[in-house]
T-cell receptor
Framework: DGGITQSPKYLFRKEGQNVTLSCEQN?????MYWYRQDPGQGLRLIYY???????QKGDIAEGYSVSREKKESFPLTVTSAQKNPTAFYLC??????????????FGQGTRLTVV | AQRVTQPEKLLSVFKGAPVELKCNYS??????LFWYVQYSRQRLQLLLR??SRESIKGFTADLNKGETSFHLKKPFAQEEDSAMYYC???????????????FGKGTHLIIQP
């Protein structure tokens, strides 16, 4: 087990604070993704990155920010602008050029709770 | 824009019965379709991809471009098939860059003994 690691597993944040979720992979994958998973909503794409120093907004990017300074790392910051941040966050990675049936590998997830 | 629709939130069948989890998609280009599965307390993982035309754990899925569907089927359900199943689509920009994976809302499959 391993390959893509998210930390921490559980995170508590006070309202109005920014918080950063970590995602690291040692699979030498170019592409990395952040999803938010809510009950009954499935997985919704927040941000994704196909290559170092480049990333694109997904469907629900508002209130989030990312960086991709290194190939193996894709941290997600949940800012105070995110109106409903309590959720389960999943990070994934895959080889670039997703066409060709490329498999995405997922982390264990981080459960963020705003208190 | 790309979209994946899984109409059933919950599907309950008896052991030994056939299973079909529905998935429809919307995408203007040439998509790639996947099924991912999440067993209890495990990571989300790939079950199968349309490009491979494979059968995994007895499951198959055929891409029907005319109906824009990618339904997941298994002729005889087993109790260990109980899990959350997600259909996913990978699109392609016209310029050749890959798009993000888009997931459906998932179907919770329960196999009753």
């Amino acid at each position: 087990d391993g390959g893509i690691t998210q930390s921490p597993k559980y995170l508590f944040r006070k309202e109005g604070q920014n918080v950063t979720l970590s995602c690291e992979q040692n699979l030498n994958h170019d592409a990395m993704y952040w999803y938010r998973q809510d009950p009954g909503q499935g997985l919704r794409l927040i941000y994704y990155s196909q290559i170092v120093n480049d990333f694109q907004k997904g469907d629900i990017a508002e209130g989030y920010s990312v960086s991709r300074e290194k190939k193996e790392s894709f941290p997600l910051t949940v800012t105070s602008a995110q109106k409903n941040p309590t959720a389960f966050y999943l990070c994934a990675s895959s080889r670039r050029a997703a066409h060709g049936g490329t498999e995405a590998f997922f982390g264990q997830g981080t459960r963020l709770t705003v208190v | 824009a790309q979209r994946v629709t899984q109409p059933e939130k919950l599907l309950s069948v008896f052991k030994g019965a056939p299973v079909e989890l529905k998935c429809n998609y919307s995408y203007s280009g040439s998509p790639e379709l996947f099924w991912y599965v999440q067993y209890s307390r495990q990571r989300l993982q790939l079950l199968l991809r349309h490009i491979s035309r494979e059968s995994i754990k007895g499951f198959t899925a055929d891409l029907n471009k005319g109906e824009t569907s990618f339904h997941l089927k298994k002729p005889f359900a087993q109790e260990e098939d109980s899990a959350m199943y997600y259909c996913a689509l990978s699109g392609m920009y016209s310029g050749g860059g890959a798009d993000g994976l888009t997931f459906g809302k998932g179907t919770h499959l329960i196999i009753q003994p």
